[in-house]
């Protein structure tokens, strides 16, 4: 087997079924994730109780703005490392993902430290209810531990993908969840020899489960020579030059606050769901549940759009970008528009495993579901072009859409109408958000003078820095 068995040139081929093929490990990963994460709530609520939940709950919240302050730059650097081997430029695709590592070790070391001295605060700050305090802190020092290597398989997970390959993540994606899973009731009930940990166990859990599976990565990486490794003269790139570093940075900040933007949209979404009682509340969620799901495809078609297109500017094939847009976009309609029809028809079998006996709450999330949920398909629209328009380093745009589209059209219209909807108004918001958003997406990609933007000067530069320190650049594809 060579080093690029798992590879795809995304600069060649039927786009349709090259974009398919490098979109469903994508998914997979996500799926993987998720249901990981349902599978441990599942574990600490059965064995430990409501109190630990919610401090795991409190926990999550800080590990969601942790990892959306890294993935910006993650996203950075996997857009340049496309366009890097677009151009068949692998010292300079190593280049960034070196200057990239060296970013996110000094991330580690930093959440390490102060996450572990400012956990009582940060809990404080939360208003975690005294009797959950103790419990959240002990699981969230050993989860700011546990960050370290989650950020940088995060890192070398996006940049496998930068350079065509989506397979690999997937795989030990399915380790690391596989021994979380298996690990959280061991630890948290002390299994066999083992002393029982209780809260702590799960955390213990997610610990040796990143450790175990980025150690299975890098290994795998350096066993089949992939192109997203470092040898020799080439650790030096751990010390990026300073326009390299900055473009990661300035590129990758408005990423990582589209994720901030959600999550603040979200809360203050929340704020006005809580007002309609507990029945609507607990309604909300079960529909939420099933938009995780939902949202899934957009998502991993994003990603591929974004890898295919970052590959095909770096090759200067641009006819193909358009091509690829269009594919993302039918894709995207096929497969969110599939799950959608399937949720609806199936959504009061599917909330009953989250509401149980509650007919109230399964009568209003089925309402949720009925007005929201197809707005998804939009939403996955804005998703694909927004994919396109980054890949070229148009990073701005799409941070203000979003905002527009989450702030004040879904949450202006959501507590304008409120007084004359009442519930409603709130679910009919978010087709009104996935609208407006799509169509501001639709208008700046085509009208936005993102084709003229350049990310980075990165192959000219490169190419003397090389010359100078007689590293050859250009170099063909490793095979093996």
Known sequence: MTANAGRRDLTTGPIGRTLLLFALPTLGSSVLQSLNGSINAIWIGQFLGARALAATTNANIIMFLLVAATFGFGMAATILIGQNMGRRDVDAARRVLGAALGLFLIISVLTVIVGWLAAPAILRALSTPDDVYPLALAYLRIIFVAMPPGFVSVLFTMALR????????????????????????????????????????????TLIANAASLIGLVGFIYARDLVVRLRGAEWRYLMPSTELLRTIVVKGFPMGLQMLVVSTSALAMMGLVNRHGTATTAAYGAANQLWTYIQMPAMAVGAAVSAMVAQNIGAGQWDRVDRVTRAGLRMNLLLTGALVAIVTLLDRHVLWLFLGSEPAAIDIATRINLIAGWSFMLFGISMVLAATVRANGAVVGPLVILAIAMFPVRFGLAYALSPMLGSDAIWWSFPAGSLASMLMTIAYYRRGGWRKGKLTAAPEECHEQAMAEGQPTNKAMPVG
């Open 162 to 205: 930068g350079v065509g390959d989506s397979v690999t993540p997937l795989k030990f994606m399915a380790l690391g969840s596989m021994l979380d899973v298996i690990l959280n009731p061991v630890f948290i009930l002390g299994l066999g020899p083992l002393p029982a940990l209780g809260i702590q166990g799960s955390a213990l859990a």
